[in-house]
């Protein structure tokens, strides 16, 4: 099975900040990448595809980069609707997985 | 536009079964698979299986083989799941998704791109 680790566990920045949130898989998974944002009691919803590619209608402060075994989303001035947790998945096996989730909170 | 409905909350006894749905509508539900997903009071996101909506071929994480089932009906456009000999650690939210296939570049990257409303199941005595 492939593992999937994501850092910081949680953050807490303000709005405007820039914010990057790492991912990294057990072996690699070339650019089989996607990042969702959960907010509470609510759907995951999908946000990027491929490592880097953005889903319709995410907005362009959120970027995605990586490949192999290291990747990284970034939000690149925080918006308040951005306070969420962040989820990383891996395509690259049949056996889907996530990581364990980095929770974004306001300071 | 695409929809999950998934059926509503279950309260449910160790050792029980529970059995899951998970109503598409919007899409050819035929020409995508369904993966389920659990997500435990506080916890992060925990990938359960996937089923072909084309022939209903499924696969499931290791940890829940010989306990889980995925289905599917065609004919209502609807995926299952059933969880058996439920202990309290099976708490959770369950979530449908249907997985699509993203081209890029040279590649087809799988992502769960619509989501169910989730389910919760509660397991006690």
């Known amino acids: 099975d492939i593992q999937m680790t994501q850092s910081p566990s949680s953050l807490s920045a303000s709005v405007g900040d820039r914010v990057t949130i790492t991912c990294r898989a057990s072996?690699?998974?070339?650019?089989?990448l996607n990042w969702y944002q959960q907010k509470p009691g609510k759907a995951p919803k999908f946000l990027i595809y491929?490592?880097?590619s953005l889903q319709t209608g995410v907005p362009s402060r959120f970027s995605g980069s990586g490949s192999g075994t290291h990747f990284t989303l970034t939000i690149s001035s925080l918006q308040p609707e951005d306070f969420a947790t962040y989820y990383c998945?891996?395509?690259?096996?049949?056996?889907?997985?996530f990581g364990q989730g980095t929770k974004l909170e306001i300071k | 536009q695409v929809q999950l409905v998934q059926s509503g909350a279950e309260e449910k006894k160790p050792g029980a079964s529970v059995k899951f749905s998970c109503r598409a509508s919007?899409?050819?539900?035929?020409?995508?698979?369904v993966i389920w997903v659990r997500q435990a009071p506080g916890q992060g996101l925990e990938w359960i299986g996937w089923?072909?909506?084309?022939?209903?071929?499924?696969?499931?994480a290791p940890k829940f083989q010989g306990r889980v089932s995925l289905t599917t009906d065609t004919s209502t456009s609807t995926a299952y799941m059933e969880l058996r000999s439920l202990i309290s650690d099976d708490t959770a939210v369950y979530y449908c998704?249907?997985?699509?296939?993203?081209?890029f570049g040279s590649g087809n990257y799988g992502a769960f791109d619509y989501w169910g409303q989730g389910t919760l199941v509660t397991v006690s005595s």
């Open positions: 919007g899409y050819t539900f035929t020409n995508y698979g």
């Open positions: 089923i072909s909506g084309y022939n209903g071929n499924a696969i499931s």
């Open positions: 491929a490592a880097s």
């Open positions: 072996q690699s998974i070339s650019t089989y």
């Open positions: 998945q891996q395509s690259y096996s049949t056996l889907d997985s």
């Open positions: 998704a249907r997985k699509a296939f993203y081209h």
